[in-house]
């Protein structure tokens, strides 16, 4: 029978993907804890009404995984996490103090077209500022973003984030006759701006009920590199990232207006400056979300950043870890019969004294047992034999260099610490 193969999409994450994922997760961590943001977590699962409020017709009904319970209530796998943060939060009212910082590293599903850079199930990266409503506050989550890159060894050469601002670009498209109704669907043509060729573009703004004029109108707003100049708020923006240090990896880019529709002032996206892979994360101001969700009006700020297309480039650049770390310090090996019990006693006493130790599963010959431990990356083996047992003893091999010593079993973990603490010389 063939193997049936993993769900289309979806990621099997072998010991050492397993370990970059782990790797990736602890520079998150640390880089969020710096600016002082606390970890949450929501469910996987959420009723559809959550999104269908307010994160746009084609996340809900094109790439949501949705199903019905068995009570008849549409549940869906959750397509993104912000509308949960905003339940989260409106659930609590003013019980949580402001302001809020929290973030989050969890499993995402969305039904795309898999490809380079993109899957179904994947883990993302979320991180939110809500209470303040200020450009500073923009600007600290984007220097979040910032503080990452430099984590894993991405500089403003292989990255950058563009802003821009829905309240600027509203004002604009307005100059330009669109009116209030037409508002959605004109941040919806220049969200794809990037996507299509100018030639389909127009056709699809055609399609959409803007005139030649006002298509012109736009193209000539999507080429102005100084429009930021007429918004205070990026102004304050770009001030601020200056301030934190962000600032070279910043600039204004007129076509990001993101395409979910709760934001209400400023966006950004990053992306490598190669343009290989699609946005490495997205994200802005949402003032509304969680009122709309049921809570008090409450701005918040944030981002969402996966893992994939993020790893995709860690790996390009050579800055992951060259290896997983071996998954124990120690491998206590028992190359007769009467040392079973001996050989878990000194496993165990290892363990309790803080040691990663494995024990061999068998009574096997010794330099079998030897060899998996080399393989496996474990720098020391402790061997305990018969005749180790009736001394009280037991011999430490370091397998870096090859030295052994036979040593009381009291002092079995202070000799192992000593050998791990030491650099061994070249083979």
Known sequence: MPAIPPVKGTRDFYP?????????????RRVSQSFGYREYEAPFLERL???AAKSGDELVREQAYVFPDRGGDLIALRPELTPSLARMIAARGAGLPRPIRWWSFGPIWRYERPQKGRSREFFQWNIDLLGPESAEADAEIVAVAVALFRAV???PDRIRILVNNRRLAEAMYRRLGIGAAQLPAAFRLVDRRDKLSLAEWNAFGRELGFDPAVLRG???????EQGWRESDELTAFFAACEALGASEYVRFEPTIVRGLDYYTGTV?????????YRAILGGGRYDDLVAVVGGERTPGVGFAMGDVTLGLMIQQQGTAPAAPPPPAQVLVCWPDEAARLDSLRAANALRADGLMVEWYPAADRLPRQLKYADRSGIPLAVIVGSREVERGEATIKDLRDGSQRTVDRGRLAQEARARLAQTPPAR
């Open 16 to 28: 050492e993907a397993m370990a970059f994922r782990t790797w990736l997760y602890e520079q998150v």
């Open 49 to 51: 009404e959550l999104y």
């Open 153 to 155: 060894g991405l500089g």
């Open 218 to 224: 736009l193209e000539t707003v999507l080429r102005d």
């Open 268 to 276: 950004f996206e990053a992306r490598d400056a190669d343009g290989r």
